[in-house]
């Protein structure tokens, strides 16, 4: 539990929050318009952001880093983007008819992703996966996908499976069950989804011996990122990647929040490896909803017109979500950005391991350039049930001594990490690093 104090403290700062929430969830469930975005007692609401900065409705301001989940990786509103997105919107937001920016937008994200021969595009990171799923099983034939326990790729039913299973339903480590993770998905949805833990090639060796023939492709994030922060071993992604061309699978690295992130060309640059598929979104659209799928020209064109497999979308490839997009990638996003981002991720996760250190609280960081999280554990997490380990309640005290403080962390659940951008500052980090204190202080008093 949350310290009485300190939830008072967030209730007397945000009551017109508290009434817009009450008036908000007689007409939508929950009063919030996703799930995550719920937690007790009630959510603030945001009235506007910019730059490193939001402000709620009661005019709260906070320092931001959460950055919607990454999605802007250039601040809120940067003018580029912004000047953009004004520009394309004079001349149209959705044509449902080809236009010139499609190419130009996929010849800068090939830039990035040079092993990559072409992107579909899509809106989300949901779509995304799905199709790349989609497009691995038309291409191989064969039916079964294998995901890692405790990642997650959205919202559809194929994959939304053993994403955060409870402890007593999941089976041992190395063979979990696969835990359906919602109601309204049928049964059978587990039939073609195998489950294994993360950082595990022997586990993972095992399965593909077991359904040798059967499996179209393993889908992961290579770095898992929906249980705060969980890096790959050494060498854990290099056997992975061999042992796919030897049972041959696809492997498909989901990117939607390391692509554009940890290095330009995301987790796979930064590791050097080289998937089949690649999935994107968040940070590619610049704040507006875009995503894409890639992969080499043979597998790419099973999909429709020149292939069977089917693709399409009304808002795909809109033009407005592409200026968005464009003017993230050659205007904002340059490698001394990457290289700025990721200097000062780093001087927070050492400035937060300090910090750690002088309080005395059991707690380590997680981290990898631009992100990091705090787990209250006494040893860095390696796979889900590890990172499952952190102690809640300590979470959530530190989370509203942040809030409380004008300073988000990270999204308002357990298992995301903070996101430094290109427009936070050394002295808002540093602000971070003293907050942090302060937070972990209340934290040990507990
Ligand atoms: C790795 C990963 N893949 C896919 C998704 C789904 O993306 P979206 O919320 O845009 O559908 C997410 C969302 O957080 C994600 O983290």
Redesign the pocket.
């Known amino acids: 539990m949350v310290k009485d104090e300190t939830v008072k403290t967030y209730t007397t700062r945000t009551q017109k929050s508290k009434k817009l929430w009450e008036e908000a969830k007689e007409v939508v469930p929950g009063g919030i318009g996703s799930a995550v975005r719920y937690f007790e007692p009630y959510p603030f609401f945001i009235s506007k952001a910019k730059g490193s900065r939001v402000w709620d409705v009661d005019g709260n301001e906070y320092l931001d880093l959460i950055m919607g989940?990454g999605i802007n990786i250039a601040g809120h509103a940067h003018p580029a983007i912004v000047g953009a997105v004004k520009k394309q919107i004079e001349k149209g937001s959705v044509y449902t008819m080809p236009h010139e920016k499609t190419a130009l937008y996929v010849k800068e994200l090939l830039k990035r992703f040079p092993t990559m021969s072409m992107f579909q595009l899509a809106n989300?990171?949901?779509?995304?996966?799905m199709h790349a799923i989609r497009v691995a099983r038309a291409y191989t034939g064969k039916d079964k996908i294998v995901k890692i326990e405790g990642?997650?790729?959205?919202?559809h039913d194929y994959l939304l499976i053993s994403v955060d299973p409870p402890r007593a339903k999941a089976g041992p480590k190395w063979a979990p069950t696969r835990y359906i993770q919602s109601e309204g998905m049928p049964k059978d949805t587990v039939k073609n989804t195998l489950v294994a833990p993360f950082n595990d090639v022997a586990a993972m060796e095992s399965l593909f011996k077991k359904h040798e023939g059967e499996i179209a492709a393993l889908i992961m994030?290579p770095i898992m990122?929906?249980c705060g922060v969980v890096l790959p071993k050494k060498g854990y992604l290099r056997g992975i990647r061999k042992l796919t061309e030897e049972y041959n699978i696809l492997l498909i690295f989901?990117?939607?929040?390391?692509g554009v992130r940890v290095a330009p060309g995301g987790a796979s640059e930064l590791y050097k490896i080289e998937p089949d598929i690649i999935?994107l979104?968040?940070a590619i659209g610049g704040g507006l909803?875009l995503?894409a799928f890639g992969g080499k020209r043979e597998i790419m064109e099973s999909l429709r017109p020149i292939g069977r497999t089917s693709h399409g979308g009304t808002y795909c490839a809109n033009p407005l979500s592409i200026s968005a997009g464009l003017a993230c990638l050659t205007q904002v996003m340059t490698n001394k950005a990457h290289r700025y981002m990721t200097e000062l991720g780093n001087e927070l996760s050492k400035g937060v391991r300090d910090v750690i250190e002088d309080v005395g609280v059991t707690a380590c960081v997680n981290s990898i350039g631009p992100l990091g999280y705090v787990f209250f554990t006494d040893v860095e997490p390696v796979d889900y049930r590890t990172a499952d380990a952190t102690d809640l309640e300590k979470t959530w005290e530190f989370w509203f001594n942040m809030v409380n403080r004008g300073v988000l962390p990270w999204g308002p659940c357990h298992f995301e990490q903070w996101y430094v951008s290109v427009v936070h500052t050394k002295d808002e980090i540093t602000k971070t690093i003293e907050t942090s204190e302060e937070a972990l202080r209340k934290v040990k008093a507990n």
């Open positions: 989940y989300s990171g949901a779509e995304a996966t990642c997650y790729h959205g919202q994030e990122l929906n989901d990117e939607v929040k390391t999935t979104a968040k909803p995503a």
